[in-house]
């Protein structure tokens, strides 16, 4: 080869001389050919990608800038040198024609490489053409790689020649001497051209938005189109306005698309394998996923998380699902990302190998003086060359590694999101923490809290000592992998020195071998973590796969047939909750013809919620089906909120019609309401529709469905939350014959008797089947099952006609507005100064007028909608707090307080030992490889031979054991700290008053006790270990380098300032990319949360794919901070290996200038350090940032663990034991406000209420009554006057000492999950028979009988798997097991049918006969047999007597009486 090369050229290719020399060169024919050669090839492999883009069928209209025609004459101009080259030796070889003389021709090299040279540069033309009409950049990598490659190239003839004519004092071919340098001249000028970027005008634009789009080649390998960020991270704390938009590939409906086909097909294919593994027989039972063939607009699929208690218990125990294609689906859906960072790393750890191999060579330079000295240059450039390389390579491996992992993680949300039900995958303790801040009310009223921390503490106990174990097993693996590469190196040098007396070690053995042991510290370190992380992932794929991968609900029996003349028909269906289960709807027939009103009724249990359910396709059909004609709005019976504003709730993705609104509004009784909120219809409303009260939720709600332009409204009992007149207005005006409605298809489940005579059919449902279907006045005369409901609770369907006339100069329509002009219980303080001052108006022109007449009530609605147009809506709930700036160091503090001096103590001591060891270790290496020099040609001694590897592995040894000793002590100590900061967290948010979590979504708090807790328990100890761990190592780096090369020194410092700045500027981008980061995933929480519990709503309106859209949007939202994190981690990296490779340099370089001075063993040792700093640099950094990143975790749950507390639990003022004995309430001048700066809601109350008194609380909504039963319990506590329970005053009580002598039943009926019994005595006070009594009372001793568990029956989470009837008649049992002499009845059955509400009153008459009764009443039926009647209104008490004094007066209860049809005593008999 090299002969034929030679012949070629017509020069030697080949000979060593030419390099043993002290200036050495190589041969000319080397130049000629291989580094000629060399980039020609790699552009020729290049090219088809570049040529492609001229074959576009339509080219994108791309500009042709000046730099893309400069960069194109550049290329004409060398293609012009090509050919000059070959006229010159055509012109030699064949100028003269007459004498052609063979022997002296110019040898083929100058042929070829002119030829070679014409042909690439007309194909560079071409490329470059290609590249701008694929429209991107104007700018290629693999361009700018064959012009940095074809200029290196270049060098070595350009200092040959130039050396060559210096010599000769002539240039000997000028011709060629001139066009090289001409063409070498185009070459770096193109070169230069090629590192900038070619943008039109829109990719200019865009990159406003988003910088990366414009970046060349060099800026994206070196991430310096990040540098605005960083810069502006460091000089203000970034917002999420300074955040650019995400490449199209990032974003996540580009990559859930994708990944949904391909897994979709996966899944498909699983299934099939796995019905083939299982019994003939059985494959009939399984369905492929429906996710891949679901209708249009079943997006999102799965069963809702109320409707599905039995399925879930049973298929927990099967184990039948799709196995292995979530991988699959995920590598094929990534491959192209998973490829290249495979080529990247492969290429990377390639280089690892490269340098020992140079190490070796630098040691026998230092050995060998004989060597000529640029050898020792060149080995520490390719040391620094090999170094950068891998930097580079690295770099890229690891940025496509995060991204990999930030588009999973997106492709499995957006899946999870699509596929969402009830996340019962949830840790437990996180799931009994949501349970306790969503009841927390209760808790505190109950003074339950002291039992739920402990079973809270108690979880956390199990979880901790889970952790500790797992923490000790991680410390023995440490302890394992850390000796592992020492306890290699010593048997490598042990069997090597002993197996012969002629093996010495030398520095170049030593320390080569020790750089590739080394080689080994990184892989063996991440190996626990890298098991313990698939053991994670394994778990999490195969839960992921069941729940992906699960079959969806079915809804097939839900027919959309338009044929059909009638709006509803059931078919002769059945319906069960769990396919293998009972029946619940059983062989239902029923047509309801096109615009009808449809009453649904019957006792609880019936079917009633179930028939509608099964209208909405949520329930399992057994047989039959159910035909649909045209569009369904759906109003639930427990109002489904999204936090978002009034306005965006009613139109709930529709487009504004603003006649259309206003009269939805006006039916629906909200007008006064938008009139008084300091937004009007652009109010925020809270999480979960904190800031309204119930009716007003039903009335929002209620008027989604009307603003819809449905063809059939189900109306799931919406009437019942709101007051008596509410609800006639609400059914006179929207759901009854004259409403807003009354051309749509209505069915309306209720339980109140009074709208029944006003609808066109009523089905009444008796266990499950359809027992009587006809109008009001067939029924009654039936003598059916109606027939006797109505018997039972006919009085109050008793009303006339004119029963909500005007009364005393109050008509409906005054009382409505009076109604909604009263301060709001749950209002946001803020608002209560307006609405107090709006009231004051109100009732002054209500006094002046007598009544508002619908004229001026119609004149002032319109004014509150263009009013509106002006006002911007008001938040309630604020954004939440983000830190700025550095985190303080009182934050650190605190956590080492927390983890306890001895063990922070102990931590540092083991390591910093652990560090002097290893040094140690390494100098006496260098020593004893100093011995070969000592002993050359002489015996080494057995003896100092034995010594040397005695002590070698003595220090490696104590190494082990004191990484052992720091890495246990930090798991016992970081369990300690998040033991101590946990508790704090739980015991500080269990006596927070009630007003933070009013004003804080629920989402808040979860992340501080889910994300923040888990970062303490997790992620601090690891970034603290591996902070000091990189500390030490760094500084043990440079002190070995120092001791070497003590002129290394003086470059320390300037590194370090380089060093310092890069950290400065990245940790301040970082860490607050991190907090934003933090914050931004609470909104996808919050809406996950919302869809789940608003499933059925958001189905039976089909906006599945508007709210996935909307989780798209979130997400992504999230991505604009996780995405710049990555970068900024490799932005810093790249720059902080530019620092460890010129540490690597500068070690090396002055080995080259000291080598006289140096013995090889310390030079193998500072350089082997030196190749090691690159990594520990980055890693530092990378810690510090995480360290600082992570420490805000304990900020942000230190914030909450200062929050203000309310009164004591216990206080040294203790009641009797037996207190109170009489049940005696005095208010006296009693005054309250929810804070000191805002006006009193309850203003003066004054009043006596007598022991064993009877007292009803009416009012209209938000007029004081609930304010009242807070203040009994100190939920508000007092501004002024006081309440007196039998002679003592309540403020002087600790609070559970007052609220455990008192009893409520409230109006939502809150159950915990956990055992019946657990609910309903958590201190385990009570005995069985006590608590079997109770239930007896509160007629559920048989249905509890009947469960197969008895008393301990697992409640789910809320109590789903129980009836509203049946929450409530537990709430009536542990009402009867505390035995209280005071009983208050917060509206307790304002959302329960009436024969439920029947029970409740007859038992709490019999049962609490000698107890004083407060009860805050919707039905007036219910306080009508009372001793007497408070009424409250505008916080003070107007009317308070007898109920048949205060019907005599016709005052303000009198016109409450005429709006529930009670004109007379008589009238009432419930």
């Known amino acids: 080869m090299s002969a034929a090369l030679t012949q070629f050229c017509g020069k030697t290719f080949w000979n060593a001389s ?288 109320g409707k599905q208690k039995k399925k879930e218990a049973s298929s927990e125990k099967q184990c039948e699902f799709a196995h292995s294609w979530l991988i699959p689906s995920l590598v094929k859906t990534f491959l192209q990302v998973l490829l290249e960072s495979a080529l990247f790393k492969l290429l990377q750890d390639l280089l690892v190998f490269v340098s020992p191999q140079i190490l070796k060579l630098m040691v026998s330079f230092t050995q060998d003086k004989s060597i000529f000295e640029w050898k020792g240059y060149l080995y520490a450039v390719l040391l620094v060359l090999v170094a950068v390389l891998q930097s580079m390579l690295l770099q890229q491996y690891f940025q496509r590694c995060f991204v990999l992992g930030m588009r999973v993680r997106t492709a499995i949300m957006a899946a999870v999101y699509k596929k969402t039900k009830n996340m019962k995958y949830k840790d437990k303790r996180m799931k009994f923490m949501n349970e306790i801040l969503n009841g927390i009310k209760i808790l505190k009223i109950y003074a339950w809290e002291p039992s739920f921390e402990a079973q809270i503490l108690g979880i956390r106990e199990k979880e901790l000592k889970v952790m500790k174990s797992f923490s000790y097993l991680a410390s023995i693996s440490t302890f394992i992998f850390t000796c592992a590469p020492f306890l290699v190196s010593l048997a490598s040098f042990a069997v090597f020195v002993s197996i012969s007396s002629d093996n010495v070690l030398t520095a170049e053995k030593a320390f080569t071998s020790i750089s590739l042991f080394n080689i080994l510290r990184f892989p063996l370190a991440m190996l626990p973590m890298l098991i313990s992380s698939m053991v994670q992932a394994a778990v999490s794929v195969k839960r992921l796969e069941k729940f992906l991968g699960g079959t969806d609900l079915d809804d097939s029996a839900i027919h959309h047939d338009p044929s059909f003349n009638t709006a509803v028909s059931f078919c002769d269906a059945s319906f069960a909750w769990d396919k293998n289960g009972e029946p619940v709807l059983k062989n239902i027939s029923l047509d309801i013809k096109p615009g009808s009103l449809i009453a649904v009724v019957g006792a609880v249990g019936s079917g009633k919620s179930s028939m509608v359910s099964s209208m909405l396709g949520e329930m399992e059909n057994i047989r039959g089906h159910i035909n649909i004609k045209g569009s369904v709005a759906y109003v639930p019976q427990q109002a489904w909120i999204q936090n978002a504003t009034v306005r965006d709730n009613i139109l709930f993705g529709s487009v504004l019609e603003q006649e259309h609104y206003q009269r939805v509004l006006e039916a629906c009784a909200l007008l006064p309401d938008l009139a008084l909120l300091p937004g009007g219809d652009q109010t925020e409303i809270g999480e979960k529709g904190i800031n309204l009260s119930g009716g007003q939720k039903q009335r929002v709600s209620l008027a989604r469905a009307a603003y819809n332009h449905a063809d059939l409204y189900i109306l799931d009992d919406p009437l019942s939350a709101v007051d008596a007149h509410v609800g006639k207005h609400l059914f006179e005006k929207v759901v009854g014959p004259h409403g807003l409605l009354k051309d749509k298809t209505r069915i309306l489940v209720t339980h109140g008797v009074s709208f029944l005579p006003h609808v066109d059919e009523i089905v009444v449902l008796v266990n499950g089947e359809l027992s009587e279907i006809g109008s009001y006045q067939s029924l009654q005369a039936s003598g059916g099952a109606f027939s006797e409901f109505l018997s039972t609770y006919a009085t109050e369907g008793n009303c006339k006609e004119d029963g909500a006339q005007d009364v005393s100069g109050v008509g409906e329509e005054a009382a409505m507005l009076l109604d909604s002009l009263e301060p709001q219980a749950d209002d946001p303080p803020e608002d209560v100064v307006k609405v107090i001052l709006k009231r004051e108006n109100s009732l002054r022109l209500s006094q002046h007028n007598g009544r508002v007449s619908t004229q001026k009530r119609s004149s002032r609605a319109g004014s509150v909608i263009s009013a509106q147009k002006d006002q911007k809506g008001q938040r309630l709930i604020e954004k939440e707090n983000v830190e700025t700036g550095q985190v303080k160091l009182s934050v650190y503090k605190k956590y080492m307080h927390a983890l306890g001096c001895g063990y922070s103590s102990v931590i540092v001591l083991a390591y910093l030992l652990q560090n002097v060891a290893f040094i140690g270790q390494n100098l006496w290496l260098s020593a004893w490889t100093n011995d070969a020099v000592a002993y050359m040609n002489k015996t080494y001694p057995a003896s100092l031979r034995d010594m040397r590897v005695g002590v070698f592995g003595a220090l490696g040894i104590a190494q082990g054991v004191l990484v052992f000793i720091g890495t246990l002590v930090m798991a016992a100590g970081a369990i300690s700290a998040s033991r101590i900061l946990h508790n704090r967290l739980l015991h500080n948010i269990l006596h927070v008053p009630m007003r933070f979590f009013d004003t804080t979504p629920t989402g808040r708090v979860v992340n501080r006790f889910a994300k923040d807790i888990f970062t303490i328990d997790e992620a601090i100890p690891m970034s603290l270990r591996s902070w000091l761990m990189c500390f030490l190592g760094v500084l043990g780096t440079l002190f070995v380098i120092c001791l070497a090369t003590p002129v290394f020194t003086a470059v320390i410092i300037p590194l370090a300032i380089f060093y310092f700045f890069v950290q400065r500027f990245y940790v301040a981008t970082s860490r607050q990319l991190r907090r934003l980061d933090s914050v931004s995933r609470s909104p996808i929480y919050s809406h996950f949360g919302e869809t789940v519990s608003g499933l059925s709503v958001i189905r039976a309106y089909g906006h599945q794919e508007r709210f996935l859209q909307h989780n798209e949007t979130t997400i992504d939202k999230n991505q604009q901070c996780v995405y710049p994190w990555i970068i900024s981690n490799r932005w810093l990296a790249v720059r902080l290996e530019f620092v460890g490779n010129l540490v690597v340099f500068f070690s090396a370089l002055f080995a080259v200038l000291s080598r006289d001075s140096l013995d090889s063993g310390l030079v193998g040792l500072s350089i082997s350090y030196a190749l090691n700093v690159t990594q520990t640099l980055n890693w530092l950094v990378r810690m510090t940032s995480e360290l600082e990143t992570n420490i805000v975790a304990v900020e942000r749950v230190c914030e909450y663990t200062e929050l203000e507390n309310e009164a004591s639990w216990v206080t040294d003022v203790r009641p009797p034991p037996h207190w109170p004995e009489d049940g005696k309430i005095q208010f006296d001048n009693y005054k309250v406000r929810y804070r000191p700066e805002l006006d009193l809601v309850l203003n003066g109350i004054t009043c006596d209420i007598s022991s064993t008194e009877k007292i009803g609380i009416v009012g209209r909504t938000g007029a004081g009554k609930s304010s009242l039963t807070n203040c009994l319990f100190r939920v508000i506590e007092a501004a002024g006057g006081r309440i007196l329970i039998d002679g003592i005053d309540i403020a002087t009580l600790g609070l559970h000492d007052l609220r455990q002598k008192l009893t409520i039943i409230p109006q939502d009926p809150v159950l915990f999950s956990g055992s019946l019994r657990r609910n309903l005595d958590p201190f385990e006070s009570f005995t069985d028979q006590e608590i079997w009594k109770a239930m007896e009372l509160s007629h559920l001793k048989e249905f509890v009988g009947e469960l197969q568990e008895g008393l301990n029956h697992e409640v789910t989470e809320g109590g789903e798997n129980l009836s509203v009837g049946q929450r409530q008649l537990l709430c009536l049992a542990r009402a009867l097991l505390r035995k209280s002499r005071i009983l208050i009845l917060d509206e307790a059955t304002a959302a329960v049918d009436l024969e439920t509400d029947n029970l409740i009153q007859t038992t709490i008459r019999a049962e609490f006969s000698h107890c004083t009764v407060l009860t805050i009443a919707h039905r007036l039926h219910t306080v009508m047999d009372s001793s007497r009647v408070m009424v409250l209104s505008a916080g003070k008490i107007v009317e308070f007597d007898t109920p048949r004094q205060l019907l005599q007066k016709q005052g303000y209860f009198y016109a409450m009486a005429k709006d529930a049809g009670i004109a007379t005593m008589d009238d009432t008999a419930l």
Request: proline share 5%; hydrophobic share 40%; net charge positive.
């Open 18 to 305: 030419f390099l043993e020399r002290s200036d050495p060169d190589l041969p000319l024919c080397l130049e000629q050919t291989v580094l000629v050669w060399l980039p020609l090839g790699f552009l020729w492999l290049t090219a088809p990608w570049h040529l492609s883009g001229l074959f576009k069928k339509k080219a994108s209209k791309t500009h042709i800038s000046r730099l893309y025609c400069t960069k194109q004459l550049l290329v004409v101009l060398l293609f012009l040198t090509s050919i000059a080259g070959l006229a010159v030796t055509l012109a030699e070889d064949y100028g003269n024609y007459r004498d052609p003389s063979p022997g002296k021709q110019n040898p083929a090299v100058l042929y070829t490489n002119p030829a070679l040279y014409t042909a690439s540069w007309l194909l560079m033309l071409l490329s470059q053409e290609g590249v701008r009409r694929r429209g991107e950049t104007g700018e290629s990598g693999a361009l700018f790689l064959f012009w940095t490659l074809s200029v290196l190239c270049g060098v070595f003839p350009f200092q040959t020649l130039l050396r060559e004519s210096l010599r000769q004092d002539s240039v000997s071919d000028l011709p060629r001497f001139t066009l090289f340098y001409i063409s070498y001249g185009l070459q770096v000028l193109t070169l230069i051209l090629s590192s900038f970027v070619d943008m039109s005008q829109e990719t200019r634009e865009a990159a406003k938005k988003n910088p990366e789009i414009s970046a060349s080649f060099l800026s994206r390998i070196t991430f310096n189109w990040f540098n605005s960020m960083v810069l502006n991270g460091y000089k203000r704390p970034l917002e999420v306005e300074d955040l650019w938009d995400l490449n199209e590939s990032d974003k996540t409906q580009t990559i859930f698309s994708k990944f949904e086909k391909i897994m979709n097909w996966e899944v498909k294919k699983a299934w099939k394998k796995h019905n083939q593994r299982r019994k003939p027989g059985l494959q009939s039972d399984m369905h492929a996923n429906r996710l891949a063939k679901s209708h249009s607009q079943d997006v999102l699929v799965m069963e809702d998380k």
